[in-house]
C-alpha cells in the first residue's frame, strides 16, 4: 500500500471512532493506486465495525472494471455487488446491501434521494437509502462531475457530502485534480471538517489547499522517480484498426506500454477488445473479462 493511502486508511480509523474528520479527500495523481486500494479499505472499516463499503464512479465501464477486479481480490472474505444499468454482469444489486457495492455516481445520488432504481412505483427507496446512510462512502473519479459542464451533478455532490457528514457517517473523495473552488466548498458543505491526504515529493503543502482543512502532506518520492524517469515518445499511429493492435501487440511484444487516443468510447472499447486478443497471456484471461457493450 503507497504510503498516501495508508495515512488514510489511519485517518479513516480516526473518523470512524469519532476522533476525527467526516470528509477525507486522497489527492493523488493518475495511476497511484487509488481505485485499487478499496478492498484494503474495505477489510479495514469491516475490522473497525463498519458494517459495508460503497465505491461510487462516474462511467459504467469503470464500475465493470472496478467490480471484477474487487470481486477477484475479495472472494471468499466479502459479497461483492454493483448497481448500474445496462450491465449484464453477475451480481447486480439495486438495494445496495452486500458488503462492498460498486456503483455509478448517478445510481448513487438517485438511491440517497429516495428514488429506487431497483423498481417503480412500490416505494421500497428506503431499502437502499438505509444501506448507503450505513456504509463508508468513496466518491472515486471526482473530480469529473465538475468537469462535465453539468451542474447539476456536482450540485448533487455536495448535497450528498452535507447529508453523509450530518448523519455521522464518513465520506471518501478519491481524486487527481479536484481544484480549489470545488475544495472550498465541500469543506464548508461538511459539518465535520475536512482532510486532505496528498502523496508529494518532499512533503511540502501543495497548491490550492484551503486553510480550513486539515492538510496532510506524505512524503513518497519513490512513486514521483518513478514517474518522472518514464521516457515518452509520440508518434501518429495507422488509422485501420487492425493495424493499430498490431502495433500495440508489437510494442507490448518489447515490454513496452502503449497509450493510444480515440475519439469516441465505443471506438475504445472494441481496441480494447480487439487488442486483449494479442497481449492478453492466456485464454482463461479472455474468457473471463467482460467489457460493456456502450458506456
Not at 183 to 194: A, I, P
Request: net charge negative; charged share 20%.
Amino acid at each position: 500500500m503507497r504510503p498516501a493511502i495508508a495515512r488514510l486508511a489511519e485517518v479513516r480509523e480516526e473518523s470512524l471512532r469519532g476522533e476525527g474528520p467526516g470528509l477525507l479527500l486522497l489527492q493523488a495523481p493518475t495511476g497511484y493506486g487509488k481505485t485499487s486500494a478499496t478492498p484494503k479499505l474495505y477489510k479495514g472499516c469491516r475490522r473497525e465495525g463498519a458494517p459495508r463499503l460503497v465505491h461510487a464512479l462516474p462511467l459504467r465501464a469503470v464500475v465493470a472494471q472496478a467490480y471484477e477486479k474487487f470481486l477477484m481480490e475479495l472472494q471468499g472474505e466479502a459479497v461483492v455487488g454493483y448497481q448500474a444499468h445496462g450491465l449484464g454482469l453477475g451480481g447486480k444489486s439495486p438495494f445496495m446491501s452486500p458488503d462492498l457495492v460498486v456503483t455509478t455516481m448517478d445510481s448513487y445520488m438517485l438511491s440517497l434521494g429516495r428514488v429506487s432504481v431497483g423498481e417503480r412505483g412500490f416505494g421500497h427507496y428506503e431499502v437502499p437509502r438505509s444501506s448507503l446512510l450505513t456504509a463508508v462512502t468513496v466518491f472515486d473519479e471526482a473530480h469529473l462531475p465538475y468537469q462535465s459542464g453539468d451542474p447539476a451533478m456536482a450540485t448533487a455532490m455536495y448535497m450528498a457530502v452535507a447529508a453523509l457528514t450530518n448523519f455521522g457517517n464518513t465520506c471518501i473523495i478519491e481524486t487527481a485534480t479536484l481544484g480549489r473552488e470545488a475544495l472550498e466548498v465541500l469543506t464548508s458543505t461538511s459539518s465535520h471538517g475536512c482532510v486532505v491526504v496528498e502523496p508529494t515529493p518532499r512533503g511540502e503543502r501543495g497548491a490550492g489547499i484551503p486553510t480550513a482543512c486539515r492538510y496532510e502532506p506524505v512524503e513518497d518520492p519513490d512513486f514521483f522517480e518513478g514517474a518522472s524517469s518514464l521516457e515518452w515518445s509520440f508518434e501518429q499511429g495507422p488509422a485501420e484498426l487492425g493495424e493499430v493492435t498490431e502495433f500495440v501487440a508489437e510494442v507490448v511484444g518489447q515490454g513496452l506500454r502503449v497509450f493510444v487516443a480515440v475519439d469516441r468510447v465505443v471506438d475504445a472499447i472494441e481496441l480494447y477488445r480487439s487488442c486483449l486478443l494479442y497481449t492478453s497471456p492466456s485464454p482463461r484471461d479472455l474468457s473471463t473479462s467482460r467489457m460493456p457493450s456502450s458506456a
